[in-house]
Structures are given as C-alpha cells and as structure tokens.
C-alpha cells in the first residue's frame, strides 16, 4: 500500500511538473519567440491580415482581425477577436465569425445598432452588428464576377457569440469582381455604408442595416489607382479652426508610394450621399511601408471624442513571406487621427495615443550623439537641428536602420536591418516628400520586429517592420541636438 501511495504521489508530481512547463513552453513560444512583438497586438498564432469590426461597447475596445487559424498564409478567412479597456492590453477571444455556405468572411465593420433598427436584438437589449464581406471561393475559383457580397451577424451579449442573419447576403453582387470591406456609420437619421468597389467607392444608405440604398460613387480622375481600391472608411472630423470636414481612407494595393500596399485619403464633405472634395493631390496617411487596411473604431463615446485607428503593420509584397513561424504580422500603435488645416489645404495627422504612455517603463536623458539603447522595446523621443540628419539604429553585428533627411525629403533604409532575403522589395529604400515641412521633433517607437516613426507629432508618418538577429543597442545621430530622451518600454503580454 505504501509503494502504491508513494507510487501515485510520484506520479501525480511528475504529471504536474509536466503540465507546468508545457504550460511555460507553450507561453514562451507563443509570446517570447523572436520577432514577437512585445506590446503591439499579435494574434496567439498563425495567421493575420486587417484589422476588422472595431467597435468600443460597454468598456471595452473590441478588435476583430482577418484570421486563418490553420497556417501562417493567407486562407480562409475567419474574423478573430479580442477586447481590451485600455487599448494597449489585449484578451484573447475565440473566433467571432466564421466561414459558411455563402463563403469566406474578409473585411468588414461592427456598429452598436442603439435603437434596435435591423430588430435583431430588442429595445431593451439592441445588438452589436458586424457588416463583413462573403467571399464565395467557388465563384472566385470559377472566375464569376459575382462572388464577393455583404452579410451581417449580430451578437447581444457583449460580442462573445455572433448570429448570422437569416437573410444573408444583405447586399448581392451586381457583377463586379471587387466589392468588398463595407464600412458603416450612423449619419443624422440613417446608416451609411461605404464600400470598395474595384477602383472606386461606392456610398450606400440604410434605415435598419438590412435594406442597402446606392447613393454615389467616389472616383476622382486624379487618385492614385496603382492597384484595387480596399477597406474604405468615411468619417467627420473637427479642424482646429472649428471647421468641420469629413476624411475618406481608401487602401490601395498595390501602388503605394513606396511600393505595395499603403493607404491614400481624401478630405471634403459627405453630404449623406455624396462625398466631394476640392482637392486634387494625392496625400498618404503613412509614407512607410507596413501600415495598411486601417480603419477607426465605431461608438467612441462623446466623452472621449477621438478618432482612434489601427492599421495591419504589413504590406502585400512580403506579408506571407515574413520570417516569423507561429504567427504572422502585427497591428500599428493604436493612433488617433486628427485634422489640420495648412495653406488653404487638409492634413490628416496620426499621432500615438495617450494611453501609450503606460508602456513607460523607465525614462533617461541622453547627451551627445553615440548612446547605447539599453532597451529592445523604447520610445526614443529626438531633436534634430535644422538642416539634414542621420540616425542610425543597430547593433554590435552591424544591422541597423538608417533614417535620414536630405534637402525636403526623408528616407528610410532598411536594407541591412537583419533578415531581408525573403523579399527583394523589402530592402527597396523608402522615401517621403517634406513638402516644406520643417523636422521639429522625431519620435519613434522600437519593438521586436518594428519602428515607427512619428515627425511633429505624426504630421508625417512612417511605419516599417523589421527582423534584426540581435536586438538593436546602439544609436547613432548626426544632425540632431544632443538631448534626447530615451523611454524604456514594457511588454504588454
Ligand atoms: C485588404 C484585403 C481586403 C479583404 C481582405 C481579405 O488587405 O484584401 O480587401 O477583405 O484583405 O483578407
């Protein structure tokens, strides 16, 4: 008997020793592998595009994201999901939505249907209602034209289950290969959808989410049209002047300004039907190359007031190809999108968000022009002088980023960051136009696997990954003042 009981102890401690560390080995290769990024929003694994369905309901921020859970490639699109009440910190969810008989689920939006409109909650407890696009494979496969149509879910308990609608799809197909990513608001007294048809978008309207109305096309003859216009969003915004206009994202892919995918935008006005503007200049929200398919959060209370965005830190190009294995691809910072107004023009400017700030982990002042980084995740906060300048960012091997201004125009070199090999075009040298912008202030935000550059408080905006070997510890300035601050992050996982 006493054999038996040693026998059962032993075996109880070995099986628990067991559990325990498989437990520490599967959070150590999901969250701790190299490249993983450490306080930007990574699915748990496999792979990841757009972000989708942002919505901000009863204290928490959802984030939805184009997902396949069976490989590292693109596939079969479902929309994973996970909240958080800080916008920095994120839980985990199950998959909110998944493919069915009328296809896959891409990108799409989630608005909080208040008065209960569609009717597919109830007056005392109204939905949440996801506006997705099906992607039928078959048809795409067959080469029809009709394959991609809009359909909705509903959930009424807080976004944890999500209801097909009966009826799906809310919107057929008229025939046009492309028609994708609707994007609804509530404007006055109606839903208004946008939509990315092909190479231009289309406005639709909706008493209850479930009648669809086409009310216009946007198509200027002067936009950029180096690839198929996706994931629209239209919404107003306030200028500091008080002047109200309206800002249309559209992604472009490819035909970004330095190669592959990125994001264009326009400002007028919406007039609940149609949108106009006066401008005829292509502008960029991001001149980096990995900050795509972005779109803002629905519902922020009024309170609050923001336009609060997130974008897909990836690009077409390189996006299957990263050399990363359990998962793939990262979310941008969470930034809030604001309107300036500059010699009789619009300037859409993005800006991290306040609540950043709570990844400050430490906080040193830097003198002089050569310091040593301290920390794999900072927030470098620099002060250039007024003419050109030179910031190197590497390590003791000699990877490193370059990042540079020459005469009215900016450059990033990541051609020897690390591991670059599996895309020609990812060692291509970015460029962004100063269009007379004068450098007040860079600051930059290091991950794993990530810069990002934000110029005069995001007045221009670059966004790249990176896969350096060994972390990057050493800064290097020519052309700056020499006090810089560096902010030692901390990991939000
Ligand atoms: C943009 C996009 C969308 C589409 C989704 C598919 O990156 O191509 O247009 O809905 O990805 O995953």
């Known amino acids: ?74 596939g079969p699109m479902h929309w994973g999901h996970a909240v958080s009440e800080d916008l920095i910190h994120w839980e985990h969810l199950p998959i909110a939505i998944e493919p069915d008989s009328l296809g896959w689920i891409f990108s799409g939006s989630a608005v909080f249907d208040a008065e209960n409109s569609s009717g597919l909650g109830t007056a005392e407890n109204p ?18 034209d009709d394959f991609q149509t809009q359909g909705i879910a509903y959930s009424t308990d807080k976004g944890r289950n999500w209801i097909k609608y009966e009826g799906n799809p809310v919107l057929g197909n008229p025939g046009i290969r492309d028609f994708r990513d609707p994007k609804v608001i509530w404007m006055e ?78 400002v007028g006005d919406f007039d609940g039907k149609a949108f106009f503007t006066e401008s005829s200049e292509v502008k960029w929200l991001d001149y980096g190359a990995d900050n795509y398919a972005g779109v803002t959060w629905s519902n922020i209370p009024d309170e609050d007031g923001r336009r609060l965005f997130i974008g897909w830190m990836s690009n077409w190009t390189y996006a299957n190809v990263v050399p990363t294995e359990n998962w793939r691809s990262a979310k941008t910072l969470p930034r809030e999108i604001n309107l300036i107004e500059q010699e009789g023009d619009y300037l859409v400017i993005s800006s991290p968000l306040k609540e950043v700030e709570k990844l400050r982990e430490s906080s040193i002042k830097k003198e002089g022009i050569e310091w040593e980084l301290d920390s794999e995740l900072a927030e470098l906060i ?70 990002e550059i934000f110029i005069n408080d995001g007045e221009l905006v670059m966004t790249e990954i990176v896969f350096p070997e060994f972390p990057y510890s050493q800064v290097k300035l020519t052309g700056f003042k020499g006090n810089s601050t560096l902010h030692a992050l901390r990991g939000i996982w």
Request: with cysteine; charged share 25%.
């Open 382 to 451: 620099l002060f250039p002088d007024q003419g050109d300048f030179s910031l190197e960012i590497g390590n003791a091997d000699g990877e490193k980023v370059v990042f540079e201004k020459k005469g009215d125009r900016v450059t990033f070199d990541r051609s020897k960051s690390g591991i670059t090999d599996f895309s020609e075009a990812f060692s291509d040298i970015h460029s962004a136009p100063l269009n007379g912008l004068e450098i007040d202030e860079l600051r930059l935000f290091l991950d794993r696997s990530s810069i």
């Open 127 to 144: 939905p949440l209602v996801a506006i997705y696009t099906y992607h039928d494979p078959v048809g795409a496969e067959a080469e029809r």
């Open 1 to 74: 008997m006493k054999n038996y009981i040693q026998f059962l102890f032993a075996f109880l401690a070995f099986n628990l020793a067991c559990s325990s560390s498989e437990e520490s080995a599967d959070k150590e290769s999901r969250f701790d592998e190299p490249f993983r990024p450490q306080y930007h929003f990574t699915p748990p694994s496999q792979w990841m595009n757009d972000p989708n369905g942002m919505v901000y309901y009863e204290g928490e921020y959802h984030l939805f994201y184009q997902h396949y859970p069976d490989s590292n490639v693109w």
């Open 189 to 266: 007294d109606k839903w208004i959808m946008s939509l990315a048809v092909k190479d231009r978008i289309s406005f639709y309207s909706s008493s209850n989410l479930l009648d669809w109305k086409h009310e216009s096309d946007f198509q200027p003859a002067w936009a950029a049209y180096g690839g198929v216009w996706e994931c629209p969003d239209l919404f107003p915004l306030t200028t500091p002047s008080g002047e109200e206009k309206w800002v249309l994202l559209v992604s472009i892919n490819p035909g970004g300004p330095n190669g592959g995918s990125a994001t264009q935008y326009f």
